[in-house]
């Protein structure tokens, strides 16, 4: 039984680092500069939200101090 689990793990390795096929790959144009790019713009989008409302407390805190 132990025989035939190794084999089959082997054979979906085997099959899984095949070589892709044509209609698979992209060309180098197409490609993002790297693979997490739609991360960093989305973490980049965050912090300049995060700054926004920091200016934004800031702003609200400074006119409660005036106000007191």
């Keep these: 039984m132990q025989r035939w689990i190794i084999i089959a793990c082997l054979a979906g390795l085997a099959s899984a680092c095949s070589s892709p096929s044509d209609d698979a790959t992209e060309s180098a144009a197409d490609k993002p500069e790297h693979v997490w790019q739609d991360q960093v ?10 700054q926004t409302l920091m200016d934004a407390r800031q702003q609200r805190d400074e006119k409660l101090r005036k106000q007191e």
């Design 41 to 50: 713009d989305t973490l980049e989008k965050a912090r300049g939200v995060e």
